[in-house]
């Protein structure tokens, strides 16, 4: 189970440079909004994704007049052997992964070594947003724990921009579009088995999370919607041809699915309180957690961002009992109100580090 010992951070986000130790067990991370605890929780989540949870640009991830950032972390790994993990990126878009100083050959082998769920109020946009931001979720998770699913992905996405160019093109090559579409079509298939056979593990165990942590009576559910339940995806190419032509480019395929999530049978997104829709994307995560963790056999790290931020007290003490009681690995907290985390993870573990940050700097407290 990889277990962050320490970390150093150099001009990522608001921080400078900071070399910081944990706690291989639960972590506090306090401070007013907008001085740093979430780019800490980033940088961590960085180093396990090769990418931000939340920039989808790595140009919002340099501090501000410079020109590349550094993550270095050493996790105990099997065995209690340590390992180091460092990355470096570049304003000219160079990325570069090791381990132990050995280069990865490719940034995406990476993924998956060091499994990590993060839960944050940015969730938020997988409700109300498109469902892009749910195949991200979807895409995110079993990138980690499947690496011919990664694979799959990364080679149906290279094709598909190859398909969108060729249509931009006044005349388009109708047997060359062909082989192309032969070609996806095998990469999709199994990015839509897999996807399937995820949203059926975690619609029981997000239903369960939902019980224990609302309290209420409300059915949650989670629909997958994708055109593949119906065709293959080259039929369902050739189909769209004429339509694909007039835009210019391609309306079908498996970077339209969809995840619904419903409560009562109606979309969330609509029906759901405020606080009924956090509890459901806590739930989610948490399920997120106990898939991986039975995957994997060991758990992942958990960051939790300002979890607590709009959930009463009693949802809190629910939440902190699952964490307590379900043999979770280390974990990173973060929220402005210090002496509330204080109560809640003080009566939780005596193996515990406190930090305060300002300004982008990290106290031990």
Do not use: W
């Not at 639960?26 to 007013?32: A, D, P, Q, T």
């Amino acid at each position: 189970m990889p277990v962050l010992e320490k970390i150093v951070i150099s001009d990522f986000r608001n921080i400078e440079l900071q070399e910081l130790e944990f706690s291989p067990n639960i972590n506090c991370i306090s401070g007013n909004n907008g001085e740093g605890k979430t780019n800490l929780l980033d940088a961590i989540y960085y180093l396990s994704m090769t990418k931000s949870a939340f920039a989808s640009s790595d140009k919002f991830n340099f501090r501000y007049g410079t020109e590349e950032f550094s993550l270095s972390g050493t996790y105990r790994m099997e065995k209690g052997i340590s390992s180091r993990f460092s990355l470096k990126m570049t304003s000219k878009g160079e990325k570069k992964m090791r381990r132990d100083d050995k280069p990865y050959s490719k940034v995406s082998e990476h993924v998956g070594v060091l499994p990590i769920v993060m839960v944050s109020p940015a969730d938020i946009s997988m409700v109300s947003e498109s469902g892009d931001e749910r195949r991200k979720f979807v895409n995110a998770v079993l990138s980690q724990m499947d690496r011919e699913y990664l694979s799959a992905l990364q080679q149906y996405n290279r094709l598909l921009l190859q398909r969108n160019r060729m249509l931009k093109d006044m005349e388009v090559d109708r047997s060359l579009l062909e082989v192309i579409d032969m070609r996806m079509s095998a990469l999709a298939e199994p990015v839509f088995q897999a996807r399937k056979r995820f949203i059926e593990d975690l619609r029981p165990i997000v239903a369960e999370y939902y019980r224990t942590l609302s309290g209420g009576t409300e059915q949650v559910d989670i629909e997958y919607e994708s055109e593949l339940s119906k065709a293959g995806l080259d039929q369902i190419l050739a189909a769209s041809f004429d339509k694909d032509r007039i835009m210019r480019y391609t309306t079908s395929g498996i970077q339209r699915d969809d995840f619904i999530f419903t409560m009562n049978g109606h979309p969330i997104r609509r029906h759901g309180s405020q606080g009924q829709q956090k509890s459901f994307l806590v739930s989610l995560k948490f399920a997120q957690y106990e898939i991986m963790k039975k995957n994997y056999g060991f758990a992942p790290i958990l960051l939790l961002d300002d979890v607590f931020d709009k959930l009463d007290m009693g949802r809190i003490s629910n939440l902190l009992q699952m964490v307590a009681s379900n043999d979770f690995g280390q974990i990173f907290i973060t929220d402005s109100n210090k002496v509330r985390m204080a109560g809640i993870v003080d009566g939780l573990t005596q193996d515990r580090a406190y930090f305060e940050t300002v300004a982008g700097t990290f106290s031990r407290i």
